[in-house]
């Protein structure tokens, strides 16, 4: 990603997790430009003491890099229930292919990460539970929402949203964080799991 890299414009900002290789991760100074190195948006990774030596490139290290407009907790947008989250995502109810979207939250309820996990057809957006699961793990989140839409403009839940979000809802209390919504929005209206005493 180049210095000079926007946010995400479908969802307006967003975040990338990056996976970066095992060396060092500093900020940018004259020394570490000159030696080659991955840059990522102001940031050199320089190389380092490799400890694993031939298998240094196994090692993996995550960094979270979001855009200079969220640079304190208090610009990061805050969910007090599904009307906040239908509001934040409600382009997506406009898209004619279903979308799966996955927003990371802390403590605070703040959104601290939203990923596009899937883009299906006019009916589906398969989606496997470990994908689903990663956001909230690599960004440290305490809670997490899952929000698809509905192309058809119906907004009730079908049988695979209802499995889906049980599956999801089990996988995450077992690493410690937890399913605090499903929320399906279709052409301005929303359905909320929450709200329908279903989670």
Known sequence: MSRTAQPDPVMGWADLVGFVPSDEL????PPARKKRSTRARGWTVAPQFQPYGDYEGLLVRTVLL????????????????????????????????EHMVVLSLDASMKVTAIFELAVGSTSAAPVELKHAMKI???????????????????KMPSK?????????????????????????????????FSERGLL
């Not at 500093?26 to 100074?29: G, I, N, T, Y």
């Not at 969220?70 to 509001?87: E, F, K, Q, T, W």
């Not at 209390?173 to 909320?192: A, R």
């Open 26 to 29: 500093r900020e940018d100074d």
């Open 66 to 97: 979001r855009s200079d407009k969220y640079r304190s907790i208090h610009d990061l947008p805050h969910v007090s229930g599904a009307h906040d989250i239908a509001r934040l995502c409600n382009h997506v109810g406009y898209y004619d292919q």
């Open 136 to 154: 909230p793990l690599l960004t440290g989140a305490t809670s997490m929402v899952l929000v698809h839409n509905h192309p058809s403009g119906n």
């Open 160 to 192: 695979e949203d209802k499995e889906l979000t049980e599956r999801l809802k089990v996988g995450l209390i077992c690493v410690g964080v937890q399913l605090v919504d499903h929320v399906i929005v279709s052409h301005g209206d929303y359905y909320s």
